[in-house]
């Protein structure tokens, strides 16, 4: 059964966050993990905030050398851009292994991030890209690394009131590669048991910039920074990716649950870093 709660559909977004500080609001996106929550009981909210009406929070863009999404743009939306095509290859990835067709539809980006699953797919890539958020309330907006946002499970730096309204990442070099991964107990419309995102940058044969970035096995989806620092600076080498892969593996805290032991996955982690650092260097060099 559905709690009894209002509905408002502002519009435009300073009517949204004004309604957004009432407490037991919320705001309602793609629903996709909101409606679900509802219905089992775990999420009752007083009032529910929809930003179905709120056109200029969804729409890609690149301006100069920043590239800009909006927090209503959806998993298919990124799935048809060619900026995205161009500039994060593995959130592309990322976003054909999402759910399924209706799913994607509808799902947002930042409702992905909001929801503060470490099985969250979108998450590894972005972070893997260095990515930000804007975070806006009646008070004004801050930005917050996507990499420090998350503080535990399903918890996060959101003050009350405050929306992810955009996402933005600084368009990377041609001298990197961004390659991702997700392990799950089938093709589509799985939960991620391993989710793993690398990102290389090269400078005269050296890695100029690492990021290790491991979905599903930790509470949050979190880099793998020692794993990270072996490789900035160095050329690397199969003993150096192995020994990478293996700080990788030792810096996950997985669980056992239905879908895998925390031996599986950490042995997944290790494989996965192992594979994906050693086809981002071979295609680099």
């Known amino acids: 059964?559905?709690?009894?709660?209002?509905?408002?559909?502002?519009?435009?977004?300073?009517?949204?966050?004004?309604?957004?500080k009432a407490k037991g609001a919320v705001a309602l996106a793609g629903g996709t993990n909101l409606i679900v929550d509802m219905r089992a009981g775990r999420e009752n909210p007083r009032r529910v905030v929809s930003l179905d009406k709120l056109d200029a929070l969804r729409g890609i863009r690149q301006t100069g050398g920043k590239v800009t999404i909006g927090g209503r743009t959806t998993v298919t939306d990124l799935l048809r851009s060619p900026v995205i095509a161009k500039t994060a290859p593995a959130l592309v990835e990322s976003a054909r292994q999402f759910a399924g067709q209706m799913v994607r539809n509808t799902a947002t980006v930042a409702g992905n991030v909001a929801c503060?699953?470490?099985?969250?797919?979108?998450?590894?890539?972005?972070?893997?890209?260095?990515?930000?958020?804007?975070?806006a309330s009646p008070r004004g907006q801050r930005t917050v690394p996507i990499a420090s946002y998350f503080t535990g499970y399903k918890?996060?730096?959101r003050r009350p009131g405050e929306l992810i309204t955009r996402i933005s990442w600084?368009?990377?070099?041609?001298?990197?590669?961004?390659?991702?991964?997700?392990?799950?107990?089938?093709?589509?419309?799985?939960?991620?048991?391993?989710?793993?995102?690398?990102?290389?940058?090269?400078?005269?044969?050296r890695c100029r910039r690492a990021r290790i970035v491991l979905g599903a096995v930790a509470p949050t989806v979190c880099r793998a920074r020692e794993a990270e620092a072996m490789l900035e600076g160095q050329t690397l080498n199969s003993?150096?990716?192995?020994?990478?892969?293996?700080?990788?593996?030792?810096?996950?805290?997985?669980?056992?649950?239905?879908?895998?032991?925390?031996?599986?996955?950490?042995?997944?982690?290790?494989?996965?870093?192992?594979?994906?650092l050693g086809q981002a260097w071979e295609q680099l060099s």
């Open 155 to 157: 918890k996060d730096v």
């Open 116 to 135: 503060g699953s470490p099985a969250a797919d979108l998450v590894p890539p972005l972070m893997a890209l260095d990515a930000e958020l804007t975070l």
């Open 170 to 205: 600084k368009a990377p070099s041609p001298r990197s590669r961004a390659l991702f991964y997700k392990l799950a107990r089938r093709k589509g419309d799985a939960i991620t048991v391993v989710g793993v995102a690398v990102t290389l940058e090269v400078e005269r044969g």
């Open 1 to 20: 059964m559905y709690a009894t709660f209002d509905l408002d559909r502002p519009g435009d977004l300073a009517g949204a966050l004004a309604l957004l």
């Open 239 to 276: 003993e150096l990716i192995e020994s990478a892969a293996k700080a990788a593996a030792a810096a996950a805290r997985p669980i056992d649950d239905v879908r895998a032991s925390a031996g599986y996955r950490r042995h997944g982690v290790h494989v996965l870093v192992r594979r994906l």
